[in-house]
Nanobody
Framework: QVQLVESGGGLVQPGGSLRLSCAAS????????MAWYRQAPGKQREFVAS???????KYADSVQGRFTITRDGAKNTVYLQMNSMKPEDTAVYYC???????????????WGQGTQVTVSS
């Protein structure tokens, strides 16, 4: 089993910035797609951004131009830089990896435990 550990959440004022990080808790063979999702109170979990192993990125329309997803392949870590934040960005943010734990294993889905992001004055 692969666990993902997130960090960087917190309270920020509207217009401010935060940077989230997510890394695997142990060494893994490879990671394909990395992504961030979020879930606001009373709402379903939604896609935020993803980055493929080759570096191509996708973003939800609501964060396009404000959020940037990057990855460090050597560290198997994904980051989410969030700028010009809005109150509607308030949610629990989850990272997701398509990860191959060992050479002999198939790809599996791994999720982080979630980190709270609150945008409020």
């Amino acid at each position: 089993q692969v666990q993902l550990v997130e960090s960087g959440g917190g309270l920020v004022q509207p217009g401010g910035s935060l940077r989230l990080s997510c890394a695997a808790s142990r060494s893994i063979f490879s990671v394909n797609n990395m992504a961030w999702y979020r879930q606001a109170p009373g709402k379903q979990r939604e896609f935020v951004a993803s980055i493929a192993s080759v570096g191509s990125t996708k973003y939800a329309d609501s964060v396009q131009g404000r959020f940037t997803i990057t990855r460090d392949g050597a560290k198997n870590t994904v980051y989410l830089q969030m700028n010009s934040m809005k109150p509607e960005d308030t949610a629990v943010y989850y990272c997701h990896f398509e990860v191959r734990p060992t050479y002999y294993a198939a790809f599996i889905n791994a999720w982080g435990q979630g980190t709270q992001v609150t945008v409020s004055s």
